[in-house]
């Protein structure tokens, strides 16, 4: 019987910070996700890390730990961040005693902010409004969702922990009231098993309750979906959001060569109710529109939701999703329901994973006996490429390429030339939007450089192959191939698993069937009549 002393369910962030924090801490850990990494509330946002501001009104204990999150990603995580900075734009509709509140709020928070003119906006955003009376600015940023999960898995594992992606926990077993093991199954597969352990850490996300639930214990946990939508440029240089009470669809995210505008809130009844309502579109870019007049004329590539889990104490009676907080709570269920082993980690922010894994593990160390620190505030999550490795990646790929590459592997891209030295047809770029060559995508397969991939989805989550402006159309049927001469598939295997990703891509894309887009839409069916015919309006797949 396999044992380990602690599990964790949930492959987002959290799930992997905690993961991480416990190998640093020398403790054995599994963690089991039912999908694949970053493909729940994780993989479905933004990218916004928020500097805080956006909370300074309303929740000054969380504006804090933001600006203090904020900081210390950016030392150790630097390769996933892109530091666009950002900026609130107040409108003269606009509350101006809300400015007020704003500046006094950012200021106990430790917040820099700096104001600019209607004119300076204008010269750093020309596509926002004239309507502007003030402006300060934020040092928000975006951050890649996928690279930030990956990396934090990546190096858990390297340290001696195990990540079963794709696989299922089906029971928690208890006796005597203290947790024994989980049972799980394989979902590719169907093979099922058993894992002995002394901890069970709850990092599910919207499906908290659910795996709460296993034990008969009650959890008050709000889905909240927020749609997001993508546009085929960058609308600004760095992140715009409104001046104002926080409302539907007032920010929008830069993130390599596209923008992201979000969010709706709509409280759901299951964390997997995605489908994006008829007219939604039509109504984020109404109301996105006061502040940037040109955004009807973008070209709109793809459109995607998630499901925040707003946790809300059973006492408190259940609002709209506005109204609860974003704040994180971290319940130990020996003293909650008297389960003994049981932790869950609910709610919270992508800002703060870090600090939700970090008091996570401390709980779990005390349960344990084990006396040692959190370090995940000071060690990086990767090492940045070593200028011997830039020199000679220079002489081996395009410039464009080589920029994105050490991003996405930072010192593992001595392994990626090595490759390509050996054989030069390796440096071929498959995904032309996202510049990832044929070295990368094979060397996700085979799990050296990142958790391995086990669908062509997963491949572009680990590289970012096909979440470009061509969203697949080109590189996926590349990354089938490239697979299949591996050998890891078979034709109708390789052939299936073309289909799922591009069907899982069109879903995205046809809820925003119109302008350009629609032509794209014509090529996507065009190309592959068989893979997409009865495609039909579902869910927003993660971005």
Known sequence: MERTQVVVIGGGCTGTGILRDLALRGIPAVL??????????????????????????????????????????????????????????????????????????????????????????????????????????????????????????????????????????????????????????????GEEDYVACDVVVNAAGPWGALVAAQLGIEVNLVCNRGSLVIFNQRITRGVVNRLKVPGDCDLIVPGGPVSILGTTSINVSHPENLAINPGEIDHMLGLAGVTFPGLSQARIIRAFSGVRPLYSPKAAAVGGGREISRNYVLLDHECEDKIGGFVSILGGKLTTYRLMAEVTTDLVCRKLGVDKECTTAKLPLRAAAENSSLVEGQNLLPLPALEKVKHRLGNDLSLLLERIKKDPLQAEILCECEFVTRAELELALEGVITIPARTISDLARRTRLGLGTCQGNFCGYKAMITVYEKGIWQGEQAKSELKKFLRDRWKGQEVVAQGKQTQQLFLSHHLYDEALSGAHLGEGTAR
């Not at 150790?76 to 734009?89: K, Q």
């Open 32 to 189: 089991f996700e039912k999908q694949d990494l970053a493909y729940g509330t994780t993989g479905r946002c933004h990218g916004l890390l928020h500097s805080g501001a956006r909370y300074s009104v309303k929740d000054l204990e969380a504006a804090k730990e933001c600006i203090a999150e904020n900081t210390v990603l950016k030392k150790i995580a630097a390769n996933c961040i892109e530091d666009t900075g950002g900026m609130f734009v107040h409108l003269q509709e606009d509350d101006a005693e809300y400015v007020k509140q704003f500046v006094s709020g950012c200021k106990k928070a430790g917040i820099e902010t700096e104001e600019l003119s209607p004119q300076q906006v204008l010269e750093r955003e020309p596509n926002v409004t004239t309507k502007i009376t003030r402006a300060f600015t934020v040092p928000d940023a975006y951050i890649d969702v996928f690279q930030l999960t990956t990396a934090n898995a990546q190096d858990a594992v390297r340290l001696g922990a195990t990540v079963k992606t794709y696989t299922q926990v089906t029971n928690v077993e208890v006796k005597n009231r203290k947790v024994q093991g989980i049972h799980f199954i394989d979902n590719l597969t």
